[in-house]
């Protein structure tokens, strides 16, 4: 029998049920999230805070990137006006998470509409990373290597936090990052 997991993923059997579990509890130790079964009832408990605190890291990627005058200017009016685009939907679908969930929220796998918030500020965080990547990529042939190296300070801390937050949601493996979650935030001036 094919269950549907809490963030769309399909789970097949008890043992990937239990992977993802495992992998919930692994990241509930990042202090973001709790998992708790409670027989059949698996229940997520989401620190409302940290998924804040990733939404505004991408919002300020976007500013810190787009506020260093060569890589904008090699950026381009075009590049510019996506990736400015991004970052509003990426605020709006903050700003929806927040009104939902106010300071803290219980979230179960049949929660659809916190998952579509959930989903909502990830989808929107993966299209700013992705914007801004293919941006600076574009871009680094044309600015200062000083100049790149902030952009790319920017960029490597918002792919940590993006790193962080699939963790969290059991998306991906967390792999080694370029540094931790807390200097990530504090890179792109976000405090808990």
Same mark, same amino acid.
């Given at each position: ?21 495992? !992998? ?36 300020? !990627?976007? =500013? ?5 005058? !060569? ?18 939907? +990426? ?20 929660? =659809? ?34 100049? +790149? ?8 801390? +918002? ?8 963790? +969290? ?5 967390? =792999? ?17």
């Amino acid at each position: 029998m094919r269950k549907e997991g809490f963030f769309g993923d399909k789970i097949a059997s008890r043992r990937g049920f239990l992977k993802v579990l495992a !992998a919930g509890s692994a990241i509930g130790a990042l202090g973001a999230c709790t998992v708790s079964t409670s027989g059949n009832v698996t229940t997520i408990t989401v620190n409302v805070a940290k998924v804040k605190a990733y939404g505004q890291a991408g919002i300020n !990627a976007v =500013s810190t990137v787009l506020s260093i005058a !060569a890589v904008a200017s090699a950026i381009g009016a075009p590049a510019m006006a996506v990736i400015e685009t991004a970052s509003v939907a +990426l605020s709006s679908a903050l700003t929806a998470f927040a009104s939902a969930t106010g300071s803290s929220v219980t979230v179960s796998y049949d929660d =659809s509409t916190m998952k579509s918030a959930i989903n909502s500020v990830l989808a929107d965080l993966q299209t700013v990373a992705a914007d801004l990547s293919a941006a600076v990529t574009g871009a680094s042939a044309t600015v200062s290597s000083s100049a +790149l190296s902030d952009a790319n300070t920017a960029l490597s801390a +918002l792919k940590t936090v993006l790193s962080v937050f699939e963790g +969290l949601l059991g998306i991906v493996s967390i =792999s080694e990052a370029p540094m931790t979650e807390a200097q990530a935030l504090r890179v792109l001036r976000v405090t808990l």
